[in-house]
């Protein structure tokens, strides 16, 4: 069946939504990343709310808010993934999802900071911490495959894991409140 | 709930263990709590980021991190692969002889190295780099318990406060940048290369190459007083000399060791005698090394004593009132003419001077601590690499044969075709017979037997997130077997990642013979054609840029 293609610009480049998405799309996929709880799972949504963006992109009005307009989007697909039965299954009750909806941060410049910070604080990570990041993140293994990797016991790598995410998450509290001027 | 209990239920979360009651609990909080929503979407946020940075460091550095390829028990093969029969860039053209001439000078080696022997269990360094396994830990969505001793895993923040090795701090970044390197007194010849090159075996070989640099970094060729400043991706023969001042750099060895220099060193590079082992001339300054097994005896030699592994990570520093060797993982000879010590994982030694026996070996705490300090956060040398560096496996790069739905004239600035980037342009559109616009490139290959995976060095530069990509294989007899695929989204947009193929199927899985019937498992030595191709839902175009594409094999 003939899929139905979006306007081009036409300049026959992207469009201005395109362009948009692209320049969030960090954020974009936080935000999914929020709502499915599961990376692989995000970066499949983010696809479809991409092409929905390329479909509908002669509605999104220049200099109106892209994320607000771009989260609509993103929430219904979040939805439609879940009632299509895929293997990441809804983590909240649809009450607490909308409640993560309304709450979500919406400040590009705020996640630019994060990732920058975030970027930092990995170059100082102990390497074993590291390394658990990468095979967990990079590689997408499990608690049982790192540990297997590694020669460690499945709960050992747990830990190891909470424990990088937290140094991280404090080292990078620390390197916000210190470019906010936060005593 | 308290803030370390809000945590740990979004890590069971995250890592797929949350039980319904941890559940229930965690629905509770977020529904009545505006402050732990705000907490959540920032640990989510961070996930979310932190899967973004470490796939694009891992993209970046994947296929010439050589280290990283020995940590996944495979070494790498550098093969140039079948000219194609396709006109090529000129800029490329003047690559294809620099190329040539390094992937000679890479594949060549001794019988020594391709048949060293294994390590003892307790002296090898894990295959994934890590040390030593923490203590038991407690339940899933349980508080953590405290990190096994001796693991530390907190990122620090800021320097040190006790400088890596010895007792002396290191120059901070804002010392006078006129300060001169730390030299120590050299006796006449006891490294098999003086620091001033002679004595050293006959340059030209590489053996190594500049890996990852930060700051001004300075290599003086052979027995060449000139000190000039080195780039990334710059080979380094026997007897080049190297040093850092307010910089640091990492040396990637052909036989996949590393050598992190740190800032204010001086040394000088060369190979145990009768061998093609390294042999790093420390006249100042500090190193830390990772060891890959077929450099067994990898030594530092210092004019105080020298340090030869054994199957090791180690840390040499000088300073003019000695030296300290410091072992990591593994262990390592510490001598001098008047006696040796041999050194376990997480001892150290003081060598004052060569008539002078080792002194006490001591045991040391948060080694890995304190070398992440300055051996991690090297940036990518991707950007700068010269162009021999970028184009040695292809041959002059990616001159991709044309096929309908492909074009290679993408454009290019100036500078990209100094730096030997090259782009792949692929035009995916409708075509008969596949359900979705598609558009591939192919290139030549050849495989052989133990080839354990391929990786495509790719950067997304007109990016469509709905995009995905696909690489086959085509057979002599022209079967096709798809191999992988994956989403545009994976890759990091403006920035390097790796795509890695792997050439096992995974267990208990079969590839799908994409244009003949069955499923099946190709043979490798039939293989003579790698396709990229990428497919969208719309038509469009995605442009690429590829670098260089290394074949991993087994070891």
């Known amino acids: ?183 | 709930m308290n803030e370390t209990r809000f945590l740990d239920l979004l890590d069971a979360l995250l890592d797929r263990r949350l039980s319904e009651s941890d559940r229930t609990e965690i629905e509770q909080a977020l529904a009545e709590s505006a402050e732990q929503r705000r907490m959540y979407w920032e640990y989510m946020l961070q996930h979310s980021a932190l899967a973004e940075l470490l796939k694009e460091e891992a993209g970046a550095t994947l296929s010439r991190a050589w280290p990283a390829a020995r940590r996944a028990s495979c070494s790498v093969g550098r093969r140039p692969l079948a000219r194609p029969g396709v006109a090529i860039p000129l800029a490329a053209a003047a690559a294809i002889v620099a190329g040539v001439l390094l992937a000679w000078a890479m594949q060549e080696r001794p019988p020594d190295i391709a048949e060293a022997e294994p390590r003892s269990a307790s002296a090898a360094p894990r295959a994934d780099g890590t040390s030593a396994p923490p203590a038991p830990a407690q339940g899933a969505a349980e508080s953590p318990p405290a990190p096994p001793e001796g693991m530390p895993l907190a990122a620090e923040d800021g320097p040190p406060e006790t400088t890596p090795l010895g007792s002396g701090a290191p120059p901070s970044p804002g010392e006078s940048s006129g300060a001169e390197t730390r030299v120590a007194s050299v006796p006449a010849s006891p490294l098999g290369v003086r620091p001033d090159g002679e004595g050293a075996p006959t340059p030209g070989g590489h053996v190594a190459y500049l890996d990852a640099l930060e700051g001004d970094v300075e290599l003086a060729r052979g027995g060449s007083g000139a000190w000039v400043q080195a780039v990334a991706g710059a080979p380094i023969s026997s007897g080049d000399r190297l040093r850092t001042k307010l910089s640091r750099a990492r040396v990637a060895f052909e036989s996949g060791s590393a050598l992190y220099v740190n800032r204010w060193t001086t040394l000088a590079l060369s190979a145990v005698e009768g061998t093609r082992t390294p042999l790093v001339g420390l006249v100042g300054g500090e190193v830390y090394v990772e060891v890959s097994p077929a450099d067994r005896g990898f030594a530092v030699e210092t004019p105080h004593g020298r340090a030869v592994d054994l199957g090791t990570r180690f840390a040499v520093e000088v300073k003019p009132a000695g030296t300290t060797v410091v072992v990591v993982e593994g262990s390592v000879r510490a001598s001098t003419d008047a006696g040796e010590a041999e050194l376990m994982a997480n001892q150290e030694v003081f060598l004052v001077g060569r008539a002078s026996r080792p002194g006490r070996v001591r045991t040391v705490k948060e080694l890995d601590n304190r070398l992440a300090a300055w051996t991690a956060g090297f940036k990518s040398p991707v950007a700068k690499a010269p162009l021999w560096r970028l184009v040695d496996d292809f041959e002059g790069g990616m001159t991709w044969r044309e096929v309908p739905g492909l074009d290679i004239v993408c454009e290019l600035t100036e500078q990209d075709r100094r730096s030997g980037r090259f782009c792949l342009k692929l035009v995916y559109e409708a075509r008969e017979n596949r359900p979705k616009p598609y558009g591939f490139a192919e290139r030549a290959i050849k495989l052989r037997e133990g080839d354990r995976s391929i990786v495509f060095h790719v950067r997304p530069i007109v990016w469509r997130p709905d995009a995905r990509w696909m690489v086959h294989l085509k057979e002599r007899d022209g079967d096709v077997w798809a191999l992988s695929e994956g989403s545009m989204v994976k890759l990091a947009q403006q920035s390097w990642s790796a795509i890695q193929v792997d050439l096992e199927p995974p267990k208990g899985r079969k590839f799908t013979r994409t244009e003949a019937a069955g499923d099946g498992w190709f043979e490798p030595s039939s293989v003579e054609t790698i396709l990229l191709g990428v497919f969208g839902r719309q038509k469009g175009i995605t442009e690429l840029h590829v670098d260089d594409v290394l074949i991993l094999q087994k070891q």
Do not use: N
């Open chain 1, 1 to 183: 069946m003939e899929e139905e293609r979006p306007a081009p610009a036409p300049d026959g480049g992207p469009t201005h939504a395109q362009r948009e998405f692209l320049r969030h799309v960090s954020l974009i996929r936080g935000f999914l990343v929020g709502l499915l709880a599961d990376l692989d799972a995000a970066d499949d949504v983010l696809q479809e709310v991409f092409v929905t963006v390329s479909e509908k992109a002669a509605e999104f009005e220049p200099g109106s808010d892209f994320l607000a307009w771009v989260r609509t989007i993103a929430r219904l697909k979040v939805f439609e993934h879940w009632r299509a039965g895929t293997r990441a299954p809804r983590p909240f009750a649809p009450e607490v999802i909308e409640a993560l909806v309304e709450s979500a941060p919406a400040d590009e410049q705020d996640f630019s900071e994060l990732i920058e910070a975030l970027r930092q604080c990995l170059g100082v990570l102990a390497r074993v911490a590291r390394r658990i990041l990468e095979l967990r993140y990079t590689g997408r293994l499990g608690s049982r495959e790192i540990a297997a990797r590694i020669g460690w016991r499945p709960a050992a790598v747990d830990v190891a894991l909470s424990k990088a995410r937290r140094a991280l998450r404090d080292c990078v509290r620390r390197k916000l409140g210190l470019a906010r001027g936060e005593p």
